[in-house]
């Protein structure tokens, strides 16, 4: 009888794979909610046909058995299993009763099959629809797991829930110890994640209190810095020798230009810009002279302070081109562009 219902039952369950893997897409995106993995299933009659021989008694009807669909969300760290956790209470109806934190079942001596299983019903408020009645009624399935979780548990699964040949107890301990590092190696993850997340979290702090000195200089750091808007004042100054507008490009580029110019704090490029923007400017008086351009670059406010940097620390036009080969890559045009800028900045004595 449940082996027709289910025959009977299957474009519901087909519906209800669609809806509940759309619903929580969305709901990660709407939540900025990044996972390894999201996967859904519906038990095929096979499957279910050996669930009823083994456990048959325990089934009235197809409503008691739970997973007939199946849902599993992959997190890359263990402990956004609780996050997503969480968005899920509030998206779906949760049957508490029979929903399973193996998580805490773990006994003292073992290590293995972690995971958090949630039996769910579709609520209306959700989602209904007049052709299938029953979707709001049907239980599903959601699994939680690590991508490591993930990783032992198929791997149990492969070499020892399907063997029909018991594992021998050297083999067995084998695999607990593998299991064991897992879970450490996750537990770990988890750990340096938090640990980075503090440091940025630390380092924007500081570059908003202006302890510019005390800051290393490096991506995180220059990111933050870019929140602050240091170049705008030059930049904005540039662009009103044309009146032009401002539009905004990347500036991480410069990252690495940076980088070779020495810089070792943030400290260090806040008096980047206060000794040479003068001298940026004044070049780019020169560069726009005449031109008539309209719409100027953001970058070029940073560009002109590297061309100064590099001529007062007596680079030459050696180090333009190395600079502008950074910016741009390769390319012979190079050498006649830093011949030009080197005779602009003689003429406003930028060249001692």
């Given amino acids: 009888m449940i082996l027709d219902e289910y025959r009977t039952g299957l474009p519901l369950y087909e519906r209800m794979n669609a809806v509940v893997v759309k619903q929580l897409q969305r709901c990660f995106n709407d939540n900025g909610i990044v ?128 063997s029909d040949v018991e594992i021998p107890v050297e083999y067995q301990r084998n695999m607990s110890r593998l299991a064991g590092m897992l879970e450490l190696a996750d537990e770990q993850f988890s750990l340096i994640k938090k640990e980075i997340t503090d440091y940025r979290r630390h380092v924007q702090a500081m570059v908003a209190d202006g302890n510019f000195d005390q800051v290393p200089f490096n991506g995180d750091t220059f990111r933050s810095y870019l929140q602050l808007k240091p170049f705008k004042r030059l930049a904005d100054k540039i662009a009103s020798i044309n009146q032009a507008e401002l539009y905004e490009d990347s500036l991480m580029p410069y990252y690495n230009v940076f980088l ?24 780019a008086l020169i560069q726009l002279a005449g031109t008539g351009l309209d719409i100027i670059a953001y970058s070029v406010a940073l560009q002109n302070l590297c061309i100064v940097f590099i001529l007062k620390q007596g680079f030459g036009e050696a180090g333009l081109q190395r600079l502008f080969a950074a910016l741009y890559g390769e390319s012979d045009y190079h050498v006649e562009r830093a011949r030009r800028v080197y005779e602009q900045a003689k003429k406003i004595n930028l060249i001692e």
């Fill in 35 to 162: 996972v390894a993995g999201l996967e859904s299933r519906i038990k095929t009659e096979k499957s279910l046909a050996g669930k009823l021989a083994l456990k048959g008694y325990k089934y009235h009807s197809i409503e008691d058995i739970t997973d007939i669909l199946g849902i599993r969300v992959i997190t890359y760290y263990s402990d956004e299993v609780d996050v997503v956790s969480a968005l899920i209470e509030k998206l779906f109806e949760v049957d508490w009763e029979n929903s399973v934190d193996k998580r805490k079942m773990m006994e003292i001596d073992r290590f293995g099959y972690l995971s958090l299983h949630y039996i769910c019903r579709i609520p209306e408020t959700l989602y209904k629809d007049p052709e299938f009645p029953r979707l709001n009624q049907i239980r599903f399935e959601v699994q939680m797991r690590s991508t490591l979780q993930h990783v032992w548990a198929n791997m149990y699964h492969d070499m020892g829930y399907k």
């Fill in 260 to 283: 070779h110019l020495g810089m070792k704090t943030i400290g260090d490029l806040a008096r980047m810009i206060n000794d040479y923007s003068e001298g940026a400017y004044q070049l």
